[in-house]
């Protein structure tokens, strides 16, 4: 019997990031859950081109450098110039849900946003985040976006939402 400890899961926080609230949501909260499951977050921003494009986009359009200016801009509004740890920025080709799949397969935790719509469970959750909280190798965590700030306070993160 083979008594060797399994390898140390890496303690990276994968954070799906596109720029709606709800993902800057998923920032912050990534942030506070530093102490408890990481030591970096990865912050992962995933575009594709659209289907009446196939691969021949116009010429001037850039998606990979206008998802990572969406990232850039998200990552700002979360954290301020604060990261609360070391912070890896990618920006992605591919399906987002898929993308993410395959990221928590080398991590300890997967957060991403809600859309938030509705009373019933399955009209809370995207597309995205239902399809990663149902097959991510790690534990997902589910942002419902931001509460209104009061007081001049920043707006602190609605409750999360855990799938393991």
């Known amino acids: 019997m083979d008594m060797t ?14 720029g709606s609230e709800q993902s800057i949501a998923a ?3 990534a942030g506070s859950l530093v102490p408890l499951a990481g030591d970096v977050i990865r912050a992962v921003t995933v575009w594709r081109y659209p289907i009446g494009f196939g691969s021949f986009a116009p010429i001037t359009w850039n998606p990979d450098e206008l998802a990572g200016k969406a990232l850039d801009d998200a990552l700002s509004a979360a954290f301020q110039g604060e990261a609360p740890c070391p912070l890896e920025r990618r920006v992605l080709q591919g399906a987002p849900a898929q993308v993410l799949i395959e990221e928590s397969r080398k991590a300890s935790m997967v957060v991403v946003g809600s859309r938030g719509h509705g009373g019933f469970v399955g009209l809370l959750l995207g597309s995205v985040s239902s399809a990663v909280a149902e097959r991510s190798a790690c534990p997902v965590v589910i942002a419902h976006g931001a509460l209104p700030a009061s007081d001049g306070e920043r707006a602190a993160a609605r409750p999360a939402t855990a799938s393991a």
């Open 5 to 18: 400890p399994p390898p140390r899961r890496s303690r990276v926080i994968v954070v799906g990031v596109d």
């Open 27 to 29: 920032l912050e909260l």
